[in-house]
């Protein structure tokens, strides 16, 4: 996460935000953030599990104008990031979902559910996020737009 954002904006709506605000948001979040969205971002730190890898790439994302939701639930499980514009799910996976078969396979079985329902799965894994976050948000971004172009023709 960024800790040198000189912008003064916020990084989740863009909204602009005073030097106090700034320097708070930075120093108890890693973020710049406006109040409302520190509200936000208390609560997802609070209340989900969403990874550093996935807030990361989430950031990211948004920052490239991509309209994401963090942790937003579908009826069946929590999704890291949905572009619901895309009909496209992100899924930041840790190794466990590699080594452990039973997690491959409720993988599988969410996959399939979203799909029903018109959405694509994207799995990213967290070693790439952690190694080459701009590079991949860029591709990640690249997909959703081809994506969303395509929605009303699937
Ligand atoms: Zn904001």
């Known amino acids: 996460m960024s800790y040198n954002n000189q912008q003064q904006d916020c990084c989740n709506c863009f909204d602009k935000i005073d030097e ?6 930075n120093q108890n979040f890693g973020i ?18 969403a990874t550093d890898a996935s807030i990361s790439l989430y950031f990211a994302l948004r920052l490239r104008g ?22 496209v799910n992100i899924e930041v996976d840790g190794e466990h979902h590699n080594k452990n078969s039973q997690q491959a396979m409720r993988d599988l079985d969410r996959t399939l559910y979203a ?9 990213i894994p967290n070693s ?19 994506s969303r172009d395509r929605k009303f023709r699937r």
Do not use: M
């Not at 953030?33 to 609560?43: A, E, I, S, T, Y």
């Open 20 to 25: 106090r605000v700034f320097q708070y948001s």
């Open 115 to 123: 799909y029903k329902k018109g959405f694509l799965t994207l799995r």
């Open 32 to 49: 710049a953030l406006c109040r409302p969205c520190q509200d936000w971002f208390r609560g997802i730190l609070a209340c989900t599990s």
């Open 128 to 146: 790439l996020v952690k190694s080459n976050l701009d590079q991949a948000a860029d591709k990640i971004t690249e997909y959703l737009v081809v």
């Open 66 to 87: 991509v309209p994401a939701e963090l942790e937003k639930h579908d009826g069946f499980k929590t999704i890291d990031i949905a572009v619901p514009d895309a009909k």
